[in-house]
């Protein structure tokens, strides 16, 4: 007869962290829906190469360190990660972009400091922010949506640009961007940059093709679709409300009282919202559990803080977008507002008899 | 506190921060009536079955025992004393595996039932208000009762506070997955209940009664309702259904809204909890005069045929209570004494039912997986913070995860690691299945461990200062009495008195006589050694033999003095011609010095005739003196002769150096 000794407690809700990974990568299929459908295939690619360069980087750094292999390759952070990486670049980069991104998110970012649990940076935003650095012209070569475009592109198209840099019919990617009169498009948030330092007010930025109706075409498809793969994961309730509420709180709050300053040079509230990463950054980077803070308040610290950041290098940085750096900041931050976040152990510091003298 | 009360009867509760909803599994047996069961072949009745120390064992091995017997008897306030639940013979009295997570072995007593259940002589109480407050914590105290809930602390400490009670709480919570014991015996025995509580109210005398309850036990809440009708003190107040809601602490915060301040007892705020069990059990010690003897236990689980609640005589194996309950006999028996949220699994079915012996559960392998199939499936953490959401004492467990880990126990003690209540809430969410609460136990007990050492260590070093601090006492003391007494000696031998002076002379006497002493053997000893001079007169003998003394050292340090240049220069520089001019000035060095002490010994021996060191050359020195210089110039001779030699020696040792100094060399450089 044998018996065994284990400690209680002795059920368990059964939840799963490659579950949760797994629920998150779905959550992301609306969003990426939404980038096929106006920017084409490059994204989806630039997934499956990102994917692919994970695996096999995660397999050899974890058969290097001696793990399990077969548990942890498979825990869906590693994959997760590279879904981000090969959303977040542009369409029509090439392949060497997402590989490079891949494999350095996993193994310098991720692997190098412990694998996962142990990451101080979110590999994804770490990943991208390497490449926006070191390979600043492939990495803001943004194609226009496809009805936008001169040029039709298809399946191959893409895949021969992003392998070759060249369309099957010979056109380079600087060609892709042109638009049908004659000028190289940019993303809405790039467009409304530059046209500021040319003068020109919000108003009269919002008249470019690139902006369509609302706030960008195509884009705010797009951070819509991130936001419905955000309430998903609310109401599954895999990722924590804190975080999203705040960061999309404080930008909000950040870009209303700028615009309420002056219309002319700031824009809208909701251009903010549903353009560039927002909705992405919001629902499936900042909700990162490993690289965030910890504690409710510390998550709500945690997310305006990077609603703030992200509105300052928008308006004031070099670059059109700001929630890679943001993330990157905030996670630098993250230990020190866990440290002062700390809740109230029950009994501790008991405000002598509240309830008593109600 | 009026509002608390007009908030209760509104219905209205606080909420404690936290808690989960794991599924509850009550259906099982709350069905069911309680079941008596038959009395075992054999009971086993551990010591102490409380928090706090075992009472004075009263019985032998042998001793026939009556029902209701005291087999322990208390002289502490946390001692609290056990009764034979049954009449039979004690068999036998040692450790055995008890019911305690670690599987630890303590001292039980080994009942063998005669089956007659005979019950000692009882006294009946018929009228309760006969009795005084001490007579009825006196009663409470002789019963062994201890909380019935889970921790078992002592209840007469409970019931015999000097603070001034608000609010008597009675925990009817039980909040754990599939127990239902507490909601059978409420069915069962409400108006016994009620008696419990009014003897605990005219001890305590609170302002309220609070009974909490939670919402999934319908029943027993109306039932509670009916009994407690008529009385305006007592609110039954239904709680929604959240683990952990029975922990007393927790319960505490959703009546009251008050946090029990960390290391206090709740009395200090005016509340006195008891489990509803408890309340029973006191009913039953004051009127019955029954100790506590038996106990309501929950034996659930997928893995029984009969899962059921069952009255079980406390002591009673674990093995039969589910052999009565049709448990299958099988190879890996997965066991757990509690609740699937708290309690443990047990190394052995026989560890007997104690008084804390709630439940005991045999789950399916689909309800919960035993270890067996499974093994540990613990990932890294990922900081998701699923755990500090439902911890109750508002802990950050994944912190107190990594400090565990990293045994850092200063940051543990920061994050308050003693403020958790092992409810489990954190590891039953964990996503990543750390076992957090494993973690914490052992945490905890390293730290309490290290404390003991710590204390110890303390201890001991008092004693060492004591003992160090006593050692330099006892060398000063030793010190001033012996400066006492010379003190006194020499006061003694100054008086001046004739037995002083004797003392004195006899001193002197004795100084003399060592001095004489000393000074013959430093004449004879070179004497002994010099046979060549033998003939020569005895004052000569002793000047030559100086003087052939003082040559020998010199000649000796020359010959070192020779050595350790060759050396030094064997070191610099290995070519032999250096080699040899070196010791060829040496040698000429040792000649120059021989000759030179030669003329030495001249003017030696006129000194020796003037110095009055000792008596002998005194006496001799000036009648002899030539023949004393005759004699020194052959000891000079004998010297400059010897000096040669030695030179020559020297010479031919330089001329040869590489075989000793090859010898010497490894030597010096090792040293």
């Known amino acids: 007869m044998a018996f065994w000794i284990a400690s209680s407690p002795h059920n368990h809700i059964k939840s799963e962290t490659s579950a949760i990974m797994r629920l998150v990568i779905y959550a992301t299929i609306p969003g990426i829906f939404a980038q096929w459908y106006f920017f084409g295939w490059g994204n989806i690619i630039h997934i499956s190469l990102a994917i692919i360069t994970a695996l096999v980087a995660e397999f050899t750094i974890l058969s290097l360190r001696e793990r399990n292999i077969k548990a942890q390759l498979f825990d869906g952070s590693g994959i997760l990660t590279a879904v981000l990486i090969g959303i977040s670049i542009p369409a029509i980069a090439p392949w060497w972009i997402s590989v490079i991104g891949a494999a350095f998110a996993i193994i310098i970012v991720k692997q190098l ?53 060249f369309t099957i019919d010979g056109y380079s990617v600087e060609q892709l961007r042109t638009h049908i009169d004659g000028y190289t498009m940019a993303t809405p948030l790039d467009t409304v940059k530059t046209n500021l330092t040319m003068g020109l007010t919000i108003a009269e930025s919002m008249e470019n093709p690139v902006i369509g109706e609302n706030f960008g075409l195509g884009w705010e ?71 965030g803070a910890t504690s ?63 | 506190m009026g509002s608390v009360i007009e908030r209760i009867k509104r219905g209205h509760f606080w909420t404690f921060h936290g808690g989960i909803h794991p599924p509850e599994q009550k259906f099982l047996t709350t069905d069911k009536p309680i079941r008596a069961v038959s009395i075992p072949e054999q009971l086993i009745l551990p010591l102490q079955q409380h928090i706090g120390i075992s009472a ?167 039932v509670l309702q009916q009994t407690t009708a008529n009385n305006e003190k007592i609110q039954v107040c239904v709680l929604p259904t959240k683990y952990p809601t029975g922990g007393e602490k927790q319960l505490i915060q959703i009546l009251t809204g008050q946090e029990v301040p960390a290391g206090v007892l709740p009395s200090s705020l005016g509340i006195v909890m008891q489990n509803i069990a408890t309340c029973f059990a006191i009913a039953d010690a004051v009127i019955n005069d029954i100790p506590l003897i038996k106990r309501v236990v929950t034996v659930s689980g997928q893995a029984l ?10 002591g009673t194996p674990v093995g039969y209570l589910l052999e009565q309950c049709g448990y299958p006999n099988k190879d890996k028996k997965h066991i757990i004494m509690g609740g699937p949220m708290m309690g443990y699994s047990l190394p052995t079915d026989q560890v007997p039912v104690v008084k804390t012996t709630n439940c005991i559960l045999a789950p399916s392998e689909i309800e919960i997986s035993s270890p067996y199939s499974t093994g540990t499936r613990e990932v890294e953490c990922i900081r998701c913070g699923q755990c500090s959401d439902v911890c109750p004492a508002q802990l950050l467990p994944q912190e107190l995860q990594w400090s565990a880990k ?108 060592v001095k004489a002493k000393k000074a013959q053997t430093k004449v004879q ?17 002793v000047a030559a033999a100086i003087a052939r003394a003082k040559a020998k050292k010199l ?95 020297q010479a031919k040792l330089a001329a040869t150096p590489s075989n000793e100094i090859t010898n010497e060399k490894p030597k010096s450089e090792s040293t």
């Open chain 2, 56 to 222: 004075d064992l009263q019985v032998n091995v042998g001793d026939k025992v009556l029902k209701g017997q005291a087999l322990t008897k208390s002289t502490h306030p946390m001692a609290v004393p056990i009764h034979a639940p049954t009449s039979g013979t004690i068999t036998a009295i040692k450790n055995a595996v008890i019911a305690h997570p670690s599987g630890l072995s303590e001292l039980c007593l080994f009942i063998t039932p005669d089956g007659e259940d005979r019950w000692r002589e009882r006294k009946i109480c018929t009228d309760l208000a006969k009795l005084t407050d001490n007579d009825l914590i006196d009663k409470i105290s002789s019963a062994g009762i201890s909380g019935m809930g889970g921790a078992g602390f002592p209840t007469q400490v409970k019931v015999s506070t000097h603070e001034k009670i608000k609010f008597l709480i009675i925990n009817a919570a039980e909040c754990e997955p599939y127990i239902t014991a507490d909601d059978l015996l409420i069915r069962e025995h409400s108006p016994s209940i009620l008696d419990g509580i009014n003897i605990l109210d005219s001890i305590l005398s609170p302002e309220h009664i609070l009974i909490g309850i939670e919402d999934n036990k319908p029943e027993a809440i109306k």
């Open chain 1, 296 to 358: 409710i308040k510390g998550r709500i610290v945690f997310g305006a803080l990077a609603g703030f950041l992200v509105f300052i290098i928008r308006k004031y940085g070099g670059y059109p977008d700001a929630v890679a750096f943001a993330v990157l900041i905030c996670n630098m931050a993250a230990p020190l507002i866990d440290q002062y976040t700390r809740p109230r152990t029950y009994g501790h510091n008991v405000s002598s008899n509240k309830a008593g003298n109600e």
């Open chain 1, 221 to 291: 498809w797009i951070n819509a679709g991130f936001l419905l793969g955000g309430l998903f994961l609310l109401a599954k309730k895999a990722i924590s409300w804190a975080t999203p509420l705040s960061f999309l709180s404080s930008l909000f709050v950040c870009s209303l009282i700028a615009f309420l300053f002056s219309q002319d040079s700031n824009a809208s509230t909701m251009f903010h919202w549903f353009n560039g990463a927002c909705m992405l950054g919001a629902f499936f980077i900042l909700t990162d559990p490993v690289s």
């Open chain 1, 113 to 165: 400091y412990g694998g996962l649990g142990h990451n101080p940076f979110n590999p994804a935003m770490a990943g991208y922010v390497m490449l926006l650095i070191s390979f600043p012209l492939q990495m803001t070569s943004w194609q226009p949506p496809l009805e936008l475009m001169a040029l039709p592109l298809s399946f191959v198209d893409t895949l021969s640009v992003i392998i070759g840099g």
């Open chain 2, 406 to 513: 990293a045994k850092d126990h200063q940051q543990l003690n920061k994050l308050n690691l003693f403020d958790c209540i092992e409810c489990g809430a954190c590891a039953y969410v964990c996503p990543s299945q750390i076992p957090l609460v494993n973690y914490y136990r052992i945490a905890k007990s390293e730290i309490r461990q290290q404390t003991q050492l710590d204390i110890k260590a303390e201890h001991a070093k008092v004693r060492f200062e004591a003992r160090k601090e006593r050692l330099t006492r006892d060398k000063i003391a030793r010190e001033e009495k012996q400066r006492a007494a010379a003190a006194a000696r020499k006061a003694r031998m100054n008086s001046g008195t004739t037995e002083a002076k004797s003392e004195m002379s006899a001193v002197a006497q004795a100084l003399a006589r």
């Open chain 2, 525 to 541: 000893a070179p004497i002994n050694q010099e046979t060549p001079t033998a003939n020569v007169a005895q004052k000569s003998q």
């Open chain 2, 555 to 649: 000649a000796a340090q020359q010959n070192i003095a020779v050595e350790k240049t060759i050396l030094v220069d064997q070191n610099t520089d290995t070519s032999k011609p250096a080699v040899d001019k070196k010791a060829k000035i040496a040698a000429a060095v040792a000649k120059a010095k021989a000759r030179k002490f030669a003329d030495k010994a001249h003017v030696k021996n006129v000194n020796v005739d003037d110095k009055p060191i000792d008596d002998k050359v005194e006496q001799v020195s000036n009648t002899e003196k030539t023949l004393v210089d005759k004699k020194a110039k052959i000891a000079a001779a004998v010297a400059k002769a010897k000096a040669r030699k030695l030179a020559e020696q």
């Open chain 2, 305 to 314: 045929q009969k899962p059921q609640n069952v009255w079980s005589l406390l």
